[in-house]
């Protein structure tokens, strides 16, 4: 499918009033701790299988109380965080997969256990070995590591609901129009005509995501520069597209590689021929 | 502290420990091949000490990969992505594994006579000058894996960078010699001739030399890297070589691996390469050597976890 036609949602944080309605509303659709209706693995035509949940193992207890700061977890798969440095004047970050169109987790996955549907990056638990190694290349943090069940989970943008009709869950329940769900080409010309509204008032209005390169299937308006707002990536840190590995093998790896060992050869050939000259000097006769 | 970090990290304590023995597996492999390619059979030990050491210790990385996985029944998915860089550990682990079996079997040890009798090929020196090739290529793949894995998440500014392969490639090697450094010095004490007195004393003596020169090299590497990094354009590449070089990974950085895991042990075997063999020390060659192994031993595996945690300090935090 062709990266316009793709699932998207936008999130526009200069609308967003922090109510976490969202995150509610997450964690009711997919369960007490996330993952109730997680699937474990949805068809090439976006139909859910089985379901991971439920998750509660015998004689475990869900959390006593919502933790007062909620974190991408297994009860979490998406968060609003008000970012600490804007105390006076909250600056709201949706924090959860961003669906990356061209995404490192699935490059880096040994067990191919990450795949897409319609732009959604999901996974194949009945593959996942549990390496965590998507855990560590997302550049954006969004997957949490599931310790009981071995297995690393992160937002699903509710594809059931949208083979339902309707919006995912957390779009449904915003109550300022903070959150939009649609197909790319529409939420990033959406984005861009919200970001032109907020320049034409005097304001400053960032754009994430919409681009070609290193886009994302959730697309992001701020009046805050992302890179003052945390937790987007630096731009070095949007790189794994499978076509740069072997180039980065080779020009990184390869070249720290065979200098390494061309270094201890080096090594090991003066030493020997200090041996030798040593040996050879033994052995003239003194006159 | 520690303990709180090695949870949080989505890669810990096991992850740390199969980068030291994967480097350690591979080092092994090149040193008893670059030994064999310089001096021949005339340190048979070290080539036997080299095969055993990294079967093991690549037997012991492939373990820890599966300790930390959620699954590890489900092992075989793991050689499924040829643009992944743990498919590509995967793949060498298990060539070194294979090859490095058939190699040891050119060199059973001497203690079991009868193993030789099942082994008849052991005494064929040019198919083992083949494998030992084919060896040092697989174990500079697997002692360079350990940096790759890192260097290629992409997501950590702190681990990108070449020298990181180069620090995990040296340390490899350098942890290798020591092990087998190690071994040969406990057979050196149990040696009873004076001719294999000798002949395991001048074995310790160039396995010591070696790596002093690794150590330096190390050294020169690692001081680099932290250089590079509290100077990186990236804000969170200079986050992670602040919190190693001065904020709390620092005491675990410089006192085990800086000064426990380099300076130390060189210091230690530049006074053995100067005075061991002279009469006053010989007695003493084998237990400082000894004691030097198990500091750089202890000093690249506490290398493995800082530069691991560094990486993912900003982001626990």
């Known amino acids: ?287 | 502290m520690l303990e709180l970090i090695s949870k949080e990290l989505p890669w810990g304590i096991h992850i740390a420990l199969a980068l030291f023995f994967g480097g350690m597996g591979g080092g092994s492999f090149i040193v008893a091949a670059v030994t064999s390619a310089i001096s021949g059979e005339e340190f048979r030990e070290i080539l036997k000490f080299g095969a055993y050491i990294g079967l093991l210790a690549t037997a012991l990385c492939g373990i820890f990969l599966s300790l930390h996985a959620g699954h590890p029944e489900r092992l075989l998915y793991m050689y499924s992505n040829p643009t992944s860089m743990i498919t590509f550990g995967a793949t060498m682990i298990t060539s070194v594994l294979f090859v490095g079996l058939i190699y040891a079997t050119f060199l059973p040890p001497d203690s079991l006579p009868w193993l030789k009798s099942f082994l008849p090929w052991s005494v064929y020196v040019k198919p083992r000058k083949f494998f030992e090739l084919l060896l040092f290529i697989l174990g500079s793949g697997l002692a360079g894996y350990t940096g790759f894995v890192l260097a290629l998440s992409r997501a950590e500014p702190f681990w990108e960078t070449p020298l990181i392969t180069a620090l995990f490639y040296t340390s490899g090697v350098s942890t290798a010699l020591m092990a087998i450094g190690l071994c040969i010095a406990a057979l050196r004490l149990v040696q009873v001739t004076e001719e294999s007195r000798k002949l395991f004393v001048e074995m310790m003596h160039r396995l010591d030399v070696a790596d002093g020169y690794m150590l330096l090299i190390e050294f020169g590497v690692a001081m680099l890297y932290v250089y590079t990094m509290l100077n990186d354009p990236s804000k969170v590449a200079r986050a992670s070589a602040e919190a190693l070089a001065f904020g709390e990974l620092a005491p675990l950085f410089w006192g085990g691996f800086v000064f426990l895991g380099l300076i130390i042990p060189l210091l230690l075997l530049v006074l053995l390469a100067w005075k061991g063999r002279t009469a006053a020390f010989i007695r003493l060659y084998a237990p400082l050597m000894m004691l030097a192994a198990l500091c750089v031993l202890a000093g690249g595996a506490v290398m493995r976890f800082c530069i691991l945690a560094a990486g993912q300090l900003p982001v626990v935090k």
Not at chain 1, 6 to 12: E, G
Not at chain 1, 122 to 138: E, I, M, N, P, R
Not at chain 1, 144 to 163: N, Q, S, T, V
């Open chain 1, 1 to 287: 499918m062709e990266a316009d036609q793709h699932y998207s949602i936008l999130f526009d944080n200069t609308k967003c009033i922090g109510c976490n309605s969202c995150v509610v509303a997450c964690r009711l659709w997919n369960g007490r701790e996330g993952l109730a209706k997680l699937p474990v693995r949805v068809s090439a035509r976006g139909e859910a299988s089985e379901t991971v949940g439920p998750v509660l193992l015998e004689g475990e207890v869900g959390p006593k109380s919502p933790p007062s700061a909620p974190k991408i977890d297994k009860h979490h798969l998406m968060v609003i965080e008000p970012h600490p440095e804007f105390k006076g004047c909250a600056v709201f970050q949706r924090r959860s997969c961003m669906h990356c169109v061209d995404p490192p987790c699935m490059y880096v996955c040994p067990t191919r256990a990450i795949y897409q549907v319609n732009g959604v990056n999901l996974t194949d638990f009945t593959k996942c070995f549990g390496c965590q190694y998507c855990v560590v290349a997302c550049p954006y943090r969004a997957r949490a590591f599931y310790e009981e069940k071995g297995i690393p989970i992160k937002c699903w943008m509710c594809l059931d609901r949208i083979g339902q009709g309707l919006a995912p869950a957390c779009v449904s329940v915003c109550p300022t129009g903070a959150l939009d769900f649609g197909r790319r080409a529409d939420i990033v010309a959406k984005a861009r005509k919200r970001a032109g509204e907020l320049r034409a008032t005097g304001k400053e209005a960032y754009v994430w995501g919409d681009g070609e390169k290193h886009g994302t299937n959730v697309i992001f308006v701020s009046d805050v520069p992302f890179e003052k707002i945390g937790g987007f990536p630096e731009p070095e840190m949007l790189v794994t597209a499978p076509e740069a590995l072997p180039e980065l093998l080779v020009q990184r790896g390869g070249l720290a590689l065979f200098g390494g060992a061309a270094l201890i050869f080096l090594g090991f050939i003066l030493w020997r021929r200090a041996r030798i000259v040593k040996a050879k000097i033994k052995e003239v006769p003194r006159r």
